[in-house]
């Protein structure tokens, strides 16, 4: 039974792949959705890249900003600071 099935798995799937490949209509379909993946892809390269940079950028800004208060902490705890509770 199970030499019957796989014959008949491969024959169905030459029929279907030879029918695939001489449609006009899933070839254009082929190289629409091929187009749409390479344009998608790239846009998200690009997003990446950017968000990326940016990420970078407000990581180092908040650096400098707590680094900042953290210099002004330590001068208000030199210089005697606010009375503590």
Not at 20 to 42: I, W
Not at 69 to 84: K, L, S, V
Request: proline content about 2%.
């Amino acid at each position: 039974m199970a030499f019957f099935q796989r014959v008949f798995n491969y024959i169905a799937n030459e029929l279907l792949v030879e029918g695939l490949a001489n449609s006009r209509t899933f070839q254009r379909f082929a190289v629409r959705t091929n187009e749409f993946l390479k344009d998608a892809s790239k846009q998200a390269a690009e997003a990446k890249n950017l968000y990326g940079e940016q990420a970078q950028t407000m990581a180092s800004q908040l650096k400098r900003e707590v680094e900042k208060a953290a210099m002004e902490a330590e001068r208000q705890q030199g210089r005697g600071g606010p009375p503590r509770g």
